[in-house]
């Protein structure tokens, strides 16, 4: 797979509530099954672009969290965990942004979380990271600094739902 993968990219799936950190910080349940949201192809920009985040002037307060993007470079569907692995392509950084007065409304309602995931420019990804690059995809730091500041330090080791 080319390091454009994010040119043929057809969907963006995301899994909130993935982090135990994030169940103790605000004493929540673990959930049954993942809590899945979609972007938008449009949030996707990459380290190559020329494009730069642009945060809608409507949004207050923007989270972001460093993910390990998992890339899947063969149609799928309804595959079992043990084999789920052999679909993967690669990896990649991701930047999930998120804009918070749109799921802080729209969480206790059991509404969709689009508008505050899925604005434009919301997902900066990496280069492709090939499977034989990532030693071991349960087992990876993912921090993120801004202005210097240490806002994120975990590890996928610390995910309620791993990759496969």
Not at 4 to 30: C, M, Q, W
Not at 56 to 77: D, Q, S, T
Request: glycine letters at 6%.
């Amino acid at each position: 797979m080319s390091q454009n993968f994010f040119k043929s990219t057809r969907k963006i799936i995301g899994a909130g509530v993935n982090y135990k950190e994030i169940l103790r910080a605000t004493n929540g349940a673990k959930p049954e099954n993942p809590v899945i949201f979609f972007k938008p192809i449009s949030s996707l920009i990459s380290s190559n672009d020329e494009d730069t985040i642009k945060v809608p002037k409507v949004f207050g307060a923007i989270n972001y969290e460093a993910e390990l993007g998992v890339v899947i470079g063969k149609r799928c569907k309804n595959v079992a965990p043990d084999q789920a692995m052999s679909y993967v392509a690669g990896y990649c950084l991701a930047l999930d942004m998120t804009g918070m007065d749109f799921i802080l409304d729209a969480r206790p309602k059991g509404l969709p979380w689009c508008l505050g995931k899925g604005f434009d420019t919301s997902t900066p990804v990496s280069r492709l990271i090939h499977p034989e690059e990532l030693e071991d995809p349960t087992n990876v730091r993912v921090w993120c600094k801004v202005n210097e500041q240490m806002k994120q330090d975990d590890s996928t080791s610390n995910l309620i739902f791993t990759v496969s």
